[in-house]
């Protein structure tokens, strides 16, 4: 007997991959890496030295996504199955990705960002991105299970 059924893992599969491409539009030149590599403070010569590390970065993308999905999918499937109230359906799956983010992404990031002294341009950046990233992430989990 299967842990999860199917679609469970079509949609953590799913959704992890699109968790990806957002975190790859969003990092882009022409959305907000021009203005989070100068919050960052880094030059073009320091992008290069960045390229070279792409793949690493890539490999950790999708992981870090593959991980994300997969735990807020085990949210939304024990959510169900203990009867929490959690809305069923894309509510659920949009109010879990909220909470996730909210509870653990936004309130770690915000710290950190205050304590390492970092610009709020680039905090709000990232944070932005891990906002969408898991609302989009519990949407195709809402979805599909």
Do not use: C
């Not at 932005?128 to 989009?136: E, K, M, R, S």
Request: aromatic letters at 12%; hydrophobic letters at 55%; zero cysteines.
């Amino acid at each position: 007997m299967a842990l999860f059924d199917t679609n469970f893992d079509i949609a953590v599969i799913v959704a992890a991959i699109v968790s990806f491409i957002i975190g790859g539009i969003w990092y882009s030149r022409p959305v907000f890496g021009k203005v989070w590599m100068a919050a960052l403070g880094k030059t073009e010569a320091d992008m290069e030295a960045m390229r070279k590390q792409a793949p690493k970065g890539a490999a950790g993308g999708v992981i870090g996504s593959f991980i994300a999905s997969l735990v807020l999918a085990i949210f939304l499937e024990y959510g169900r199955l203990a009867g929490v109230g959690l809305p069923g359906g894309v509510a659920g799956g949009l109010v879990v990705g909220f909470l996730a983010w909210f509870g653990f992404l936004m309130t770690t990031t915000v710290t950190g960002g205050i304590f390492e002294g970092r610009p709020g341009k680039l905090v709000g950046i990232n944070v932005g991105h891990t906002f969408v990233a898991y609302l989009i992430m519990g949407l195709i989990l809402g979805i599909w299970i």
